[in-house]
C-alpha cells in the first residue's frame, strides 16, 4: 500500500523552526521527485520546496527552508527556519514519477502549520 504520511506540524511563534517529516511506504522511494507543498486558507496550493536530482525553492521560501531527504528512511524533511506568519498553511508532501509515459503521483494528507505570536 503506498502510504505518504506527513508530521511535525504545529503551532510555533515567528522566528521560529519547525521540521517537517514526510514518511513514505509501498514504493521505490529513491526514484520519485519529492515536493512539498503548502496552501493557506483561501488561497492555492502552491509548491514550496522540490528535491530531485538537486534541491529547488520557491523564491518566498529561499535562505529559510531546505528540504534534506533520507533515502535510508524513506523519508524528506522540510526544515523551516525564520518562520513568519504568512508561511501559515497546511503542508504537503508529494512523490512524482514518469515510467513509459505512466504518471505515478501520490500525495500525503497534509500537517497544519500555524505561525503566531
Known amino acids: 500500500q503506498v502510504q505518504l504520511v506527513e508530521s511535525g506540524g504545529g503551532l510555533v511563534q515567528p522566528g521560529g523552526s519547525l521540521r517537517l517529516s514526510c514518511a513514505a511506504s509501498?514504493?521505490?522511494?529513491?526514484?520519485?521527485?519529492i515536493t512539498w507543498y503548502r496552501q493557506a486558507p483561501g488561497k492555492e496550493r502552491e509548491w514550496v520546496a522540490i528535491n530531485g536530482a538537486g534541491t529547488t525553492y520557491a523564491e518566498f521560501v529561499k535562505g529559510r527552508f531546505t528540504i534534506p531527504r533520507d533515502n535510508d528512511k524513506n523519508t524528506v524533511y522540510l526544515q523551516m527556519n525564520s518562520l513568519k506568519p504568512e508561511d501559515t498553511a497546511v503542508y504537503y508532501c508529494n512523490a512524482f514519477r514518469v515510467v513509459s509515459g505512466r504518471q505515478y503521483d501520490y500525495w500525503g494528507q497534509g500537517t497544519q502549520v500555524t505561525v503566531s505570536s
Open positions: 509501498g514504493f521505490t522511494f529513491s526514484n520519485y521527485l
